[in-house]
């Protein structure tokens, strides 16, 4: 009866691959985010999305494509990888205007 | 520009109370929430306001003041169990879409 899921938990790969952590949400909510926290545990929204729209896009670089192919999934696809990359990446999910965002699990993506 | 402060870090013993200032300036502003994040574990919410005043939620309590820019978190009877990080975040759109984080204040309680 998970709320917010993220697969995988961890991920460790090369630079310059290709990767992708897929995020599920079983509440019934319309919106959507990513996050990314770094190593000095600040979090920074990288996108949002309304009932598979998308409604922020922040200075992200465009090889971070996100992807809802529905309202309860939404996906982070990450061209060629750079070191910088490595972080905590959280999916979250609200109601539209709602108050509180639910975090998934967060996975850890580390670049070597 | 946008910019949330909190101090960095704070420390306290058990059963004492300890009150986290944030200072905001951001584009927006519909409402500050609080979360708490546990090492290795996901941001969990806490509280939200969006009028002035006082929110109390069992042993945590949150202020807001929108002329001040300014808003706190106040933890009473402190358990180990509270030392986490925690961050407070200003809601920049009505729709809640936009949820700027500042970088967190984590407390350490000792017996």
């Known amino acids: 009866d998970t709320a917010v899921s993220q697969t995988p938990k961890y991920l460790v790969t090369q630079m310059g691959n290709d990767k992708s952590i897929k995020c599920e949400q079983n509440?019934?909510?319309?919106?959507m985010y990513w996050y990314k926290q770094d190593s000095k545990k600040f979090l920074k929204i990288m996108f949002s999305y309304n009932n598979k729209e998308l409604i922020i896009n922040e200075t992200v670089p465009n090889r971070f494509s996100p992807k809802s192919p529905d309202k309860a999934h939404l996906n982070l696809h990450i061209n060629s990888l750079e070191l910088g990359d490595s972080a905590v990446y959280f999916c979250?999910?609200?109601?539209?205007?709602?108050?509180?965002?639910?975090f998934g699990p967060g996975t850890r993506l580390t670049v070597t | 520009g946008q910019s949330l402060e909190q101090p960095s870090e704070v420390t306290a013993v058990e059963g004492a109370i300890v009150q986290i200032n944030c200072t905001y300036q951001?584009?927006?502003?519909?409402?500050l929430s609080w979360y708490q994040q546990h090492d290795g574990g996901a941001p969990t919410f806490l509280s939200y306001n969006a009028l002035d005043g006082l929110e109390e939620t069992g042993r945590f309590s949150s202020f807001l003041s929108r002329s001040d820019s300014y808003g706190y978190l106040l933890l009473q009877e402190l358990q180990m169990k509270d030392s986490a990080s925690y961050f407070c975040?200003?809601?920049?759109?009505?729709?809640?879409?936009?949820?700027?984080f500042g970088k967190g204040t984590t407390l350490s309680v000792s017996s």
């Open positions: 951001t584009s927006g502003f519909y409402g």
């Open positions: 975040a200003v809601r920049e759109d009505q729709a809640g879409t936009a949820l700027i």
């Open positions: 509440l019934g909510h319309d919106t």
């Open positions: 979250a999910s609200s109601p539209l205007r709602g108050t509180e965002q639910y």
